[in-house]
């Protein structure tokens, strides 16, 4: 029998909303305001209750339009709660409870109220540690080093094997978790394309977003192709968008895998190529593009793309590759 599917983030929210004050109740999707302590796929355990019974210390869970987040209490009056590595919030918000353990896998961690005045100062610490370009340049280093090459074989074996196919709109939740992460992309931009063109079945289907994931149905790599007009930008033909792999299941071939899928969707769309937009430092990823047979676009469209998105605010030079797709 198939693992049963967890609910949708809407469906939690009513039933979290709708539980009396002290039930309890296990929920995922609560984003990455934990991080470390909190990844992508890990669920927490939910106390039901109002702000007036956290303290500073305690994570609480709110809801932030239609968004769930766990977040450290900072303070109760005036009421501030901040991320684990992050800055306070802004205010708003309702409150739905306090995270008393989380679980990842089969592993289940308490957060009893008697450590709250640790995990306290430890955001505290984290937090203007974070804040220091140093820290982060260090952080990047080391995960560089534990991520490279000679960690593949113990990596492949922690996370399984990964499925790499087109997304539907049964994936919603798994992608807000996974862009809660790691991409700048809005949720609610992506709520709205998977819904109305990614992740409708042929022959209404328009662009494409393909995920990598795991046997818990968690993602760990997305991408997608699209029309640039979907953003306003004077741009034409399809592009690759957001190519992201999780730094636990790099060099294992998973954008490779995910450039493919999503070449395959556009020649069967009709498209007679695929362009990409790439940043001109980030060497990574134009071999990986070269690998799959991109070369340099004429010199005419990396001129009008890299304009389009100055012009749209950003300051990179960009790198523009095509592929024919009727070869």
């Known amino acids: ?54 303290a500073r210390g305690d994570v609480a869970l709110m809801r932030r339009g239609r968004q769930l987040v766990a977040h450290v209490v900072v303070s109760t009056r005036p009421w ?3 991320a684990l590595l992050g800055s306070e919030d802004p205010p708003g918000g309702v409150t739905l409870g306090r995270v008393v353990a989380v679980r990842r896998g089969q592993w289940v961690l308490p957060l009893p109220r008697p450590f709250r005045p640790a995990l306290w100062v430890t955001q505290q610490t984290l937090a203007l540690a974070w804040a220091r370009p140093g820290t982060r340049v260090v952080y990047r280093r ?12 113990l990596r492949r074996a922690l996370v399984g094997p990964l499925e790499v196919r087109l997304l539907h709109v049964d994936d919603l939740d798994a992608l807000l978790v996974f862009a809660g ?57 399809v592009w690759v968008r957001s190519l992201v792999v999780a730094p636990q299941v790099r060099r294992m071939g998973v954008a490779t895998r995910l450039l493919t899928c999503l070449m395959d ?15 001109d430092d980030n060497s990574a990823s134009l071999r990986t593009f070269g690998g799959l047979g991109f070369r340099p676009a004429a010199p005419e469209l990396t001129r009008r793309t890299n304009q389009a998105w100055d012009a749209a605010g950003r300051t990179k030079a960009l790198v523009v590759l095509e592929k024919d797709l009727t070869v």
Do not use: N
């Open 265 to 279: 969707e556009a020649r069967r769309q009709g498209e007679p190529r695929v362009q990409a937009d790439i940043d």
């Open 181 to 237: 992460e790691r991409l700048v992309v809005s949720s609610g931009f992506l709520r709205r394309q998977l819904r109305e063109r990614w992740g409708l079945a042929e022959p209404h289907r328009r662009g494409a977003a393909a995920g990598a994931f795991d046997a818990q149905g968690r993602m760990h790599g997305f991408a997608w192709v699209d029309s640039y007009r979907q953003e306003a930008l004077p741009l034409d033909g």
């Open 80 to 82: 501030r709660t901040a």
């Open 1 to 54: 029998m198939p693992p049963r599917k967890p609910p949708s983030t809407e469906v939690l929210l009513d039933v979290l909303e709708s539980l009396p004050p002290g039930q309890r109740l296990w929920v995922r999707g609560a984003g990455r305001s934990l991080y470390p302590l909190l990844r992508s796929g890990d669920s927490v355990r939910v106390l039901r209750c109002g702000p007036g019974q956290l």
């Open 142 to 153: 080391v995960r560089d080093f534990f991520f490279s090459g000679w960690s593949r074989p």
